[in-house]
C-alpha cells in the first residue's frame, strides 16, 4: 500500500520554507507539510532543516512534535510533520482567557517533559519560546522548530552563543560563552513559566545590550563571587550592579505564584549555569505533586475561534 | 427631568435633599423614597401607591435597589428565590444528563417567572416542588453551610500559613546576622585571649536559635497538615458523578517514562588525556555550565545505546 500525501492550503512562509497544511492518504490524517526551498542556497540544503530531520527522527515524545515521513518531490524535500493547530504564545496573547493555576502547572509539566525526553537524549533545542510550543486539538502541548537544535558539544567544539530568541536568552549567552549546556533550555523554560503568570513577557529587551540590563534588573547582577569565573566570559562588562531580588519583592511581582511555584521558578533562572535545575530535578520538584493537580490536557483553555465558526456552520444551516 | 431625581409621590428633589434614598418593592418594582415608605406603610400592609398597581405591599419587604437595571434586579431577587427551593449540587445526581436536566428545569421556572408567562401554575410548580422535597432541601441547606464553612477555614487558614512563613524568614534572616557578629565577636576574642574554646556565651545563643527555628518550622508544619485536611473534606464531599469517574491513575513527573534502563555504569573519573585537560585549564568551561561528565555520559549513551548492549550480560 502506498502513503501519499496531499498540501490543500498554504499557512506560512518562512527564509527557508513553505508550510501547506494537508492530509495522509488513505488514513485521512491531518497533517502539515514543510517544503524546504532549495536552490536558493549556494551550498545546497539549508542547515536547519537537516537539523530538524536529524534530530527529529530520533525523537519520538508525546511533548515533542512528531516527523512523520520526509519525501523528496522534484528534488524538494519535503517534512511531514503533526498538524498542530495552535501554539502558547497565542494562548497568553489572548486576553479573553483565564488562567487557572493548575493550567499554567500542566503547561509547564509538558513542556519539561518534552524537553527532559531532548536532554536525555543529549540534545539541546536552542530556540524554546511559547511561539515554538505548539499545541495539538487535543490540548497535548508539544515542543517544535529543532532548526537550531545540536547535540551536547565535546569540549573542542565551540558553539556560537548567538542563539534562543532574545527574550529567552539565559545569561551564559548573553556574555558570550562558547561551551553552554542543555541548562540554557531550562532558563528558557523558567522564563515562560514567568510569562505564563505574568501574561506578558518576563525581560523583553530591545537588543542585545538592553536584555542584559533587563536581566539584571530584575535577577540581580552576577558577579565572581555569585558565579565563579564569569568574569571570563568574552562578553563580560563591569555593569552596573543590581541586587538580587529578595524573595518577598519576588512573591511580589508573582502575585498568583504559590510557594512552590516561585521556588521552581528561582530553581530555573539560577545565573549561574551550575547551580540551575535540570529537567529531572524540575519535574521531581514539589510543585507538581501540591495542590491544585494538573489540568487534564483536553480541559486546559483554547482559543475559541474555531468554535464559533463551527456554531455559526450549524446557525446558518438551521436558517 | 430625569425620572430617577425624584420621588414620584412626593415629590422631593435628589438635588435639593442629597441624603434621599429610594427604595423598592419586590412585589411591583414601582420605586419610592424612604420618607414615603415611612409615611404609607408603617401602620401595616397597603396599596402600591402608583396609580393602577393594585398590588399589596409591606414595610418589611422593600429594599435598596443593587442594579439600574429593574429588569435585572427582579431576575435576581427571582434566581434566588428559586435556588432557595431548588438546591441540589451536581454531587446529588449520579448522571450528568439528569442534573443537567435539573438545571434546564430551574431556567424555565426563573423565565416565567421573570418574563410573567404562566405565572400561576409556575407559582403552583414551586410551591408543590417545597412541600414534596422539604426534607432534602432543609439537608441541602445545612450540608452547604457546612461546606461555605470549611472553604472560610482554609481561606483563613492559608493568610495565618503564609503569614507564619514570612515571619519565619523574616526571624531567621535576623538571626543568622546576629549569629554571624557574635561570631566574629568570639574570633577576635579567641585572638585576643588565645583560648581554644569559643566562650560558652556563644555556643548557648547557637544552640537557641536553632531551636527557636525547628520550634518554628514545626508549626509552620502542622498548619500545612490543617489545610490539606480542609482541602480533603472539600474534595470528599461528593459521591455523585464524581466517583462513578473511573480512578485516575496517579500522577507521576515522568508520566511512566522515566528511562531507567541503563547500559553502563558511570565512573567518577575517566581518563581522556586532551579534553580532561583542556577543560579544567580553560575557567570558561565551568563558567558556561559546561561539565566533561556530561560529555562522558553522551559518548557512553551513544556507544552502547546505538548497539544496543548490556555489558553485564556480555560478559556472563
Known amino acids: 500500500m502506498t502513503i501519499s500525501y496531499t498540501k490543500e492550503k498554504k499557512v506560512g512562509e518562512g527564509t527557508y520554507a513553505v508550510v501547506y497544511l494537508g492530509k495522509q492518504l488513505p488514513s485521512e490524517r ?18 536547519s532543516a537537516i537539523r530538524e530531520v536529524k534530530y527529529l527522527q530520533e525523537l519520538k515524545h508525546q511533548n515533542v512534535i512528531e516527523l512523520v515521513d520526509v519525501f523528496d518531490e522534484e528534488g524538494n524535500i519535503n517534512l511531514v510533520l503533526e498538524f498542530l ?10 486576553t479573553s482567557l483565564l488562567f487557572q493555576p493548575g493550567d499554567v502547572k500542566s503547561w509547564m509539566l509538558m513542556t519539561l517533559r518534552g524537553l527532559h525526553h531532548c536532554h536525555r537524549n543529549f540534545i539541546l533545542h536552542r530556540d524554546l519560546k511559547p511561539n515554538n510550543l505548539l499545541i495539538s486539538p487535543d490540548g497535548e502541548l508539544k515542543i517544535a522548530d529543532f532548526g537550531l537544535a545540536r547535540s551536547l558539544s565535546q569540549p573542542n567544539e565551540r558553539l556560537t552563543s548567538n542563539v534562543v530568541t532574545r527574550w529567552y536568552r539565559a545569561p551564559e549567552l548573553l556574555f558570550g560563552a562558547r561551551h553552554y549546556t542543555e541548562v540554557i533550555d531550562v532558563w528558557a523554560v523558567g522564563i515562560i513559566f514567568a510569562e505564563l503568570m505574568l501574561r506578558t513577557p518576563y525581560l523583553p529587551g530591545k537588543d542585545d545590550a538592553d536584555q542584559l540590563t533587563v536581566t539584571f534588573q530584575a535577577l540581580g547582577t552576577p558577579t565572581d563571587k555569585t558565579w565563579p569565573g564569569v568574569s571570563t566570559l568574552p562578553l563580560y562588562k563591569s555593569l552596573h550592579v543590581y541586587p538580587e531580588p529578595s524573595r518577598a519583592e519576588l512573591l511580589n511581582r ?11 521558578m528561582i530553581a530555573m533562572t539560577r545565573m549561574d549555569p551550575n547551580k540551575r535545575c535540570s529537567t529531572e530535578e524540575a519535574l521531581t520538584c514539589k510543585y507538581f505533586t501540591e495542590y491544585p493537580p494538573p489540568t487534564k490536557p483536553i480541559n486546559l483553555p483554547m482559543k475559541t475561534q474555531k468554535k464559533r465558526e463551527s456554531e455559526e456552520d450549524y446557525e446558518s444551516n438551521k436558517r | 427631568m430625569d425620572t430617577e431625581e425624584y420621588c414620584p409621590i412626593c415629590k422631593t428633589d435628589k438635588y435639593l435633599s442629597p441624603d434621599m434614598k429610594f427604595l423598592i418593592n419586590p412585589e411591583c418594582y414601582h420605586k419610592i423614597c424612604e420618607s414615603c415608605v415611612d409615611r404609607f406603610y408603617s401602620l401595616g400592609p397597603s396599596k402600591c401607591m402608583y396609580p393602577n398597581c393594585n398590588k399589596i405591599l409591606r414595610r418589611n419587604k422593600f429594599k435598596t435597589q443593587v442594579f439600574d437595571d429593574l429588569s435585572i434586579e427582579k431576575e435576581c ?7 432557595k427551593v431548588f438546591n441540589k449540587n451536581e ?3 449520579s448522571d450528568l444528563k439528569d442534573y443537567n436536566q435539573y438545571l434546564e428545569e430551574i431556567e424555565d421556572i426563573v423565565n416565567n417567572l421573570v418574563n410573567n408567562v404562566d405565572i400561576e401554575e409556575t407559582e403552583k410548580k414551586l410551591k408543590d416542588y417545597e412541600l414534596l422535597n422539604q426534607k432534602e432541601i432543609l439537608e441541602n441547606n445545612t450540608k452547604q453551610v457546612e461546606k461555605d464553612q470549611i472553604q472560610a477555614d482554609l481561606t483563613k487558614l492559608e493568610t495565618q500559613l503564609k503569614q507564619e512563613k514570612r515571619r519565619h524568614e523574616k526571624q531567621t534572616a535576623e538571626e543568622d546576622k546576629l549569629l554571624k557578629k557574635a561570631n566574629e565577636a568570639a574570633l577576635i576574642d579567641q ?25 518554628r518550622k514545626k508549626h509552620i508544619k502542622e498548619l500545612e497538615e490543617q489545610i490539606n485536611m480542609h482541602r480533603r473534606a472539600l474534595g470528599a464531599g461528593g459521591h455523585g458523578i464524581e466517583s462513578s469517574v473511573p480512578p485516575q ?21 575517566y581518563y581522556d588525556p586532551i579534553f580532561n585537560d583542556m577543560v579544567s585549564k580553560d575557567p570558561t568551561f565551568t563558567a558556561s555550565g559546561y561539565d566533561i561528565k556530561k560529555y562522558f555520559k553522551r559518548s557512553l549513551a551513544e556507544a552502547f545505546t546505538g548497539l544496543n548492549i548490556f555489558v553485564s550480560e556480555e560478559i556472563s
Open chain 2, 191 to 215: 585572638m585576643q585571649n588565645e583560648s581554644a574554646q569559643p566562650p560558652q556565651a556563644v555556643r548557648m545563643h547557637n544552640t537557641n536559635v536553632l531551636r527557636k527555628s525547628s520550634a
Open chain 1, 30 to 47: 491531518n497533517i502539515a507539510v514543510k517544503e524546504i526551498k532549495v536552490g536558493t542556497f549556494k551550498d545546497g540544503v539549508d542547515m
Open chain 2, 91 to 93: 454531587e446529588d445526581f
Open chain 2, 249 to 269: 491513575t496517579p500522577f507521576t513527573p515522568f508520566n511512566g517514562d522515566k528511562d531507567r534502563t541503563k547500559y553502563y555504569q558511570f565512573q567518577d573519573n
Open chain 1, 254 to 264: 508573582f502575585g498568583a505564584a504559590s510557594e512552590e511555584a516561585l521556588n521552581l
Open chain 1, 85 to 94: 493547530p495552535m501554539d502558547l504564545e497565542i494562548i497568553i496573547k489572548d
Open chain 2, 77 to 83: 431577587d427571582v434566581r434566588s428565590r428559586v435556588m
